[in-house]
């Protein structure tokens, strides 16, 4: 039997400009999981998929359509067993389950993705590096969002604050100190591919203001670069606010967002703003260790169904 996990993750800057080729960054948030555990099956019984928390039960192979939960699962065995270069379907048994919220910001898709990449391959004895991971994560990704920009599957894979730009190498981010976000749910589910169309939409009516619009974005995730390797979190507060500005210039906010932003602001957040597509999901917000509580108590007297009191920590060596 082989267990692996994989945590959620939120975007600190730059969603929706990343996908136009801007830089982004992104953290791991580990007080959330996902789980895949691979054992061996009867000879003959083939490969089999339980989602514990989607009661969801497939055997590979069955037909699906595009629109079924099994179909990114029986996508990432699949592209997995094809990097490991074998063409049979193994007789196994998959079991997956998640305390990363559906559809609302945390990386969940890419979280399940990864926590099955990981054991399968280890299970049929290999052990992929980080960066073979996210590139087989990917392919599910482009499943669950049509055109991801890939930061989820890497800042998940990598487990390491992330600098992230489209197409190139990925920066691991140095941190001289560790940091506290609040991290609160709205309890609106929001698919990441609706809210990615309708900014492509707008984008395409009015391309100078999106483009403009992106061009600050990618101005605030270079200072606010700086601002976290240097443990500068007032900067990082103020950038965090005016990229929410930015967010909902760009029409992807809604007022159960600006909502829980305004309250973590006025219990004491340094900054805040929603991560990941928007319009419902999660916000996030910058907080001391010592203000933290207070400003989650705010969130949940806002309306927020959850809160996730997280330590950013500086990287580890890959
Ligand atoms: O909703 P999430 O956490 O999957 O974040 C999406 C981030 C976007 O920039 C909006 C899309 C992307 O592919 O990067």
């Given at each position: 039997?082989t267990t692996a996990y994989a945590?959620?993750?939120?975007?600190?800057?730059?969603?929706?400009?990343?996908?136009?080729?801007?830089?982004?960054?992104?953290?791991?948030?580990?007080?959330?999981?996902a789980c895949a555990v691979v054992?061996?099956?009867?000879?003959?019984?083939?490969?089999?998929i339980h989602a514990?928390?989607?009661?969801?039960?497939?055997?590979?192979?069955?037909?699906?359509?595009?629109?079924?939960?099994?179909?990114?699962l029986?996508?990432t065995v699949?592209?997995?067993?094809?990097?490991?270069?074998?063409?049979?379907?193994?007789?196994?048994?998959l079991t997956v389950s998640s305390?990363?919220?559906?559809?609302?910001?945390?990386?969940?898709?890419?979280a399940i993705a990864t926590a099955i990449v990981r054991a399968l391959?280890q299970h049929?004895?290999?052990?992929?590096?980080?960066?073979?991971?996210?590139?087989?994560?990917?392919?599910?990704?482009?499943?669950?969002?049509?055109?991801?920009?890939?930061?989820?599957?890497?800042?998940?894979?990598?487990?390491?604050?992330?600098?992230?730009?489209?197409?190139?190498?990925?920066?691991?981010?140095?941190?001289?100190?560790?940091?506290?976000?609040?991290?609160?749910?709205?309890?609106?589910?929001?698919?990441?591919?609706?809210?990615?169309?309708?900014?492509?939409?707008?984008?395409?009516?009015?391309?100078?203001?999106?483009?403009?619009?992106?061009?600050?974005?990618?101005?605030?995730?270079?200072?606010?670069?700086?601002?976290?390797?240097?443990?500068?979190?007032?900067?990082?507060?103020?950038?965090?606010?005016?990229?929410?500005?930015?967010?909902?210039?760009?029409?992807?906010?809604?007022?159960?967002?600006?909502?829980?932003?305004?309250?973590?602001?006025?219990?004491?957040?340094?900054?805040?703003?929603?991560?990941?597509?928007?319009?419902?999901?999660?916000?996030?917000?910058?907080?001391?260790?010592?203000?933290?509580?207070?400003?989650?108590?705010?969130?949940?007297?806002?309306?927020?169904?959850?809160?996730?009191?997280?330590?950013?920590?500086?990287?580890?060596?890959?």
């Amino acid at each position: 039997m082989t267990t692996a996990y994989a945590p959620g993750k939120v975007i600190l800057f730059g969603e929706h400009a990343v996908v136009y080729g801007r830089p982004a960054i992104a953290v791991p948030v580990t007080q959330v999981r996902a789980c895949a555990v691979v054992e061996d099956a009867p000879s003959g019984q083939g490969s089999v998929i339980h989602a514990t928390d989607l009661n969801l039960h497939h055997h590979v192979g069955t037909p699906l359509t595009a629109d079924d939960p099994a179909y990114p699962l029986e996508a990432t065995v699949r592209h997995t067993l094809e990097w490991l270069g074998i063409e049979n379907m193994p007789d196994l048994t998959l079991t997956v389950s998640s305390t990363v919220p559906i559809a609302r910001g945390l990386g969940s898709g890419a979280a399940i993705a990864t926590a099955i990449v990981r054991a399968l391959a280890q299970h049929l004895g290999r052990s992929p590096t980080s960066r073979e991971v996210s590139n087989l994560v990917y392919q599910t990704e482009v499943i669950h969002h049509g055109t991801p920009s890939g930061i989820d599957n890497t800042v998940v894979a990598l487990e390491q604050p992330v600098y992230f730009v489209k197409g190139e190498p990925v920066q691991i981010l140095r941190l001289e100190q560790p940091f506290w976000v609040v991290v609160g749910d709205t309890g609106i589910a929001s698919p990441t591919k609706i809210v990615v169309g309708d900014v492509r939409r707008g984008w395409q009516k009015d391309r100078d203001r999106y483009e403009a619009l992106f061009d600050h974005i990618a101005a605030i995730v270079l200072r606010a670069r700086e601002a976290m390797v240097a443990g500068d979190t007032t900067r990082l507060g103020s950038l965090m606010d005016e990229n929410q500005g930015l967010l909902d210039a760009l029409a992807v906010s809604s007022p159960e967002l600006e909502r829980l932003i305004s309250a973590a602001r006025e219990a004491g957040a340094m900054g805040a703003k929603l991560c990941g597509a928007g319009r419902g999901g999660n916000m996030i917000a910058l907080a001391t260790p010592q203000k933290a509580q207070d400003i989650a108590a705010s969130l949940r007297e806002a309306g927020a169904v959850n809160v996730i009191i997280s330590e950013v920590k500086p990287s580890q060596p890959v």
